[in-house]
C-alpha cells in the first residue's frame, strides 16, 4: 500500500513539475515575444521619427534656400531700376552672389557629409 501511494504521489508530484515547468518556459516565451515587440515597435517609431526629421530639414533647407537667393536678386533687382539701398553697389551684388552659392555649397557638403554620401557631384 505504501508503494501504491508513493507511486501515485510521484506520478501526481512528475505531472505538476512538468505543468510547472511548463509554464515557466511558456512565461518566459511570452516575455522573450514581447520584448521582441517592444524592439520592433522602436525601431519602427524611430524610422518615423527620422522621416520627418529628414522631410522637415530638407523643407527647411529650402526655404533657406529661397530666402538666401530672394535677398540677392531683390538686391540685383534694385539695382538695376537705379534705387539700390545705402551700401548696394554692383560689388556688393557680385559680393553676395558668390557667398550664397559658397554658403549653399558649405550646406550641401555638411548635408551629404550627415547622410553618409560620397563627396563627388
Known sequence: MLIAVAGVAGTLGGALLTQRGSERA?????????DHEEVRENRSLRRTCYVELNRDARQFTTALNRQALNTVY??????ERGAPEPGETR?????????????LRTMRTAMRRDLGVSHGD
Open 74 to 79: 531683390g538686391q540685383v533687382k534694385r539695382l
Open 26 to 34: 511558456k512565461r518566459l516565451e511570452m516575455k522573450l515575444l514581447q
Open 91 to 103: 560689388e556688393t551684388a557680385a559680393q553676395a552672389q558668390y557667398e550664397i552659392w559658397e554658403m
